[in-house]
């Protein structure tokens, strides 16, 4: 059975950081590419980032370059996302997503 499980999201100020993570189970983990996803209140989910099966390859959307970055650790079967200097409008549900499946998602709201 495939889960995968996000945490780390929570409130923050703007300008402020969070790390996402997210545990899988139940398919070969270092066998996927994984993504995480985000669907802001009344708007489309969209692709935030994307890391390749090994981690050597990662892509973002242009919105978020150079203020977050998506890393894994096969080992622990763990995606992460570190989200720097956070917007307002970046309130979120923020989604993760591999082998085609999603989690729950972890809901991050940015104050002004």
């Known amino acids: 059975q495939v889960r995968l499980v996000e945490s780390g999201g929570g409130l923050v100020q703007s300008g402020g950081s969070l790390r996402l993570s997210c545990a899988a189970s139940?398919?070969?983990?270092?066998?996927?590419?994984m993504s995480w996803y985000r669907q802001a209140p009344g708007k489309e989910r969209e692709l935030v980032a994307v890391?390749?099966?090994?981690?050597?390859?990662?892509n973002y959307v242009e919105a978020v370059k150079g203020r977050f970055t998506i890393s894994r650790d096969n080992a622990k079967n763990t995606t992460y996302l570190q989200m720097n200097s956070l917007k307002r409008t970046e309130t979120a549900v923020y989604y993760c997503?591999?082998?085609?499946?999603w989690g729950r998602g972890t809901q991050v709201t940015v104050s002004t």
């Open positions: 890391i390749s099966s090994t981690g050597g390859a990662t």
């Open positions: 997503r591999g082998k085609d499946y």
């Open positions: 139940g398919f070969t983990f270092s066998s996927y590419a």
